[in-house]
């Protein structure tokens, strides 16, 4: 494992307006859903915060915070719109001043992204047209929205201003005003959104005058505490929406209003017109693809400016310092899979990083209102359960199975002193994650397997690489605690005719470069994610594609963001869909497939089984008398998801 490479760059302290940070990494906002229902700190979340903190951040930018409660977008969304929140945030606060953190809030109005189920309160936009957003895609409420009277903005304004009066008393060292991704300041900044004729709309200058008297508001009220400004530097249209000229003179406007650091991001939640990127990017996108708007606003203005955007790995982030193209690094999805990470840089184990792999298993929790959780790091909002501690009697554990779930067992286990015997039948660990990382623009899925083979290997777990456990195998080392992580096969649907000819083979066999070399055109039954993507690859080289699924709609089961650029990609190559459609014979040259009553034929030279899996339960039926007490994780059990496999390795190894 490489050590001792140190990113002196990155490590540098710097004092904005008094506020001393210890580096140049920040952790940028991000939605947890880990506050209660009225807005305030709970344990959990306080919690995660200190983690973050103690992992070594210069700067923690705490999550969206409304500054009036009927613009909540849900139920959990953190608040300092009544003084009653100021305890709680004091708490927060104090916790991470005690790890040497600073902390800034960042608040936000939420404008057309409310949700009435929240504020029960219709949402309030610059012109009452949200269009479909992100936030509420597909929400039948989504229409609901009410244009801001004129002499309705001096009053949002003083909230503004409120609520950070209320962020100094809670002990906070910075306020960020939220000017991006669709919110309330961003709409009003928004040519695309914004086309109000009151004196608040118009030309530039009429659209900036909202973001810059609230920015003065907040100067006043907070007087010399640091004031930061997110904006979204380009709404990502080519021709038509907020690019990133009007953004630098924007920023000059706000640097005279009193800010005292520029958060530049880029995106919007607005999803119609559909932008080139989204505020969140999915792993599709490339790493740094908001940097050189940060760069650009860098070369007009005279304060700090904080960029964002997959930063992964802080090698780019220490690079990006280098070249001047930014002051401070925002870490977001980083930070929360990895709490240490700036401690590792510190200690210069970069290889020791845990590195987020955009696979937007946080993002969805935002979307969908559930508590944060992350497939890569399964301790993320259960920090405090999952404190690991040495065992108090070491144990001899015996784990078949080298997919994200044993290798995680493995791990946690070895991590409490215990003995790790890991057996894996093929030649290679890794498991689905291997065939995961196939697809087009998924290859980062890759740098978690490796991540989990460096922690084994540092850890001496005892891997048996190509070695399938047997009942005699597994009896002759003693184990004292059995994991069985077998894993999953392909399910070959029974309800399909044809389905064994020789012309049809499974996803799996495809990805891996397996089976009968496929002819032109090519059908993949399944509508999900892994059909999908089985049919993106297809599709990039040089098949025609036809994918047929079952279910209401194509790719259900990917995260929106992800699931949008996912559809365009598809379309954009010209790969046919049909949801509620099955398949109902398979025959040469051709397929049987039919909705709604009606059936037709598809031609095809090959057929791809993209239907699911089964549990692999191989190894159980041939041990569970010998070992009756073993235990089953991940997909063995029931195939579900990646991090349902990485959470269960986990909890088990934690609690034996």
């Known amino acids: 494992m490489a050590q001792n490479v140190r990113l002196e760059k990155l490590l540098e302290p ?37 983690e973050r903190a103690k992992g070594g951040v210069g700067l ?45 809030v960042q608040l936000s109005h939420l404008g057309s992204f409310s949700a009435p189920m929240g504020s029960h309160s219709l949402r309030a936009s610059t012109t009452g047209k949200a269009g479909a957003t992100a936030w509420v895609s597909g929400s039948a409420a989504q229409d609901e929205v009410r244009k801001i009277p004129t ?33 309330l ?66 920023c000059q406007r706000l640097e005279k209003a009193g800010v005292d650091i520029m958060h530049v991001s880029s995106g919007t939640a607005v999803v119609e017109p559909m932008p080139d990127y989204p505020p969140f990017p999915p792993m599709r996108f490339p790493r740094g693809i908001f940097v050189e708007y940060a760069a650009a606003i860098k070369k007009v203005v005279n304060v700090p400016v904080i960029t964002v955007g997959r930063l992964a790995d802080p090698r780019m982030g220490e690079e990006i310092l280098k070249q001047g193209k930014a002051d401070l690094i925002g870490f977001a999805r980083p930070m929360v899979t990895d709490p240490e990470m700036p401690n590792k840089v510190a200690k210069g184990e970069l290889d020791d990083i845990r590195q987020c792999i955009a696979c937007m298993t946080c993002v969805q929790s935002l979307f969908t209102r559930k508590p944060m959780a992350c497939l890569v790091n399964p301790a993320v909002g259960r920090e405090k359960e999952f404190t690991l501690l040495k065992a108090a009697v070491p144990k001899k554990f015996v784990i078949v199975g080298g997919g994200p779930a044993g290798m995680e067992a493995a791990r946690v286990a070895a991590l409490r002193g215990h ?35 460096r922690q084994i290997t540092r850890l001496n777990v005892d891997v048996r690489l190509g070695q399938e456990a047997t009942v005699p195998l597994v009896d002759k080392e003693k184990p004292e ?26 996803a799996w066999d495809v990805l891996q470069g397996q089976g009968p070399k496929l002819g032109k055109r090519v059908l993949v039954i399944g509508g999900l994610k892994v059909g999908c993507e089985t049919a993106e690859f297809l599709a990039e080289k040089g098949h025609e594609v036809v994918v ?16 949008r650029y996912l559809l365009k990609s598809l379309n954009d190559k010209g790969v046919k869909l049909f949801a509620n459609t099955p398949v109902f014979e398979i025959k040469i040259g051709e397929a049987v497939v039919g909705t709604w009553g009606k059936t037709w034929t598809e031609k095809c030279d090959n057929v791809v089984l993209a239907t699911g899996a089964t549990p692999n339960r191989g190894f159980f039926r041939a041990a569970k008398e010998k070992f009756p007490g073993f235990l089953f994780v991940g997909d063995c059990l029931q195939p579900r998801t990646a991090r349902e496999a990485v959470y269960e390795g986990a909890y088990v190894a934690r609690e034996m």
Not at 16 to 31: C, D, E, F
Not at 162 to 171: I, Q, Y
Not at 419 to 442: D, M, T
């Open 60 to 104: 923690i930018i705490f999550e969206s915070t409304v500054v009036d409660t009927s613009t909540r977008s849900r139920h959990e969304s953190a608040s300092l719109a009544t003084d009653a929140s100021i305890p709680s945030f004091q708490q927060l606060t104090e916790i991470v001043h005690k790890h040497g953190a600073r902390i800034a």
């Open 419 to 453: 003995r790790v015997v890991l057996f894996e039948k093929e030649s290679r660990l890794g498991g689905q994650l291997n065939l995961a990382c196939l697809p087009p623009h998924k290859e980062e899925i890759k740098t978690f397997t490796d991540w989990l083979i």
């Open 548 to 563: 047929c699924g079952r279910r209401r709609t194509i790719a259900e089961d990917s995260e929106q963001n992800e699931r």
């Open 185 to 250: 300041l961003h709409e009003f900044l928004s040519p695309m959104l914004n086309t109000r004729d009151d004196g608040w709309g118009g030309d530039l200058e009429g659209r900036v005058r909202f973001p810059v008297e609230v920015s003065k508001a907040v100067r006043k009220a907070i007087g010399n505490m640091v004031l930061i400004y997110r904006i979204s530097a380009s709404e990502g249209y080519k021709d038509k929406g907020l690019g990133i000229e009007e953004s630098k003179i924007a």
């Open 151 to 183: 002499e309705e903005i001096p009053g949002i304004i003083q909230k503004f201003a409120d609520a950070a009066v209320r962020a100094k008393k809670a002990g906070f060292d910075a306020v960020e005003l939220h000017g991006g991704h669709g919110l």
């Open 481 to 506: 605690v059995l994991l069985v992580a077998t894993g999953a096969l392909p399910l070959i649907p029974t309800d399909v005719v044809g389905v064994n000819q020789p012309h049809v083979v499974t």
């Open 14 to 50: 710097i004092t904005i307006r008094g506020m001393k940070l210890r580096n140049r990494i920040v952790m940028a906002p991000m939605g947890t859903q880990y506050s209660d229902e009225r807005g305030m700190m709970t344990e959990r979340g306080l919690k995660f915060y200190e």
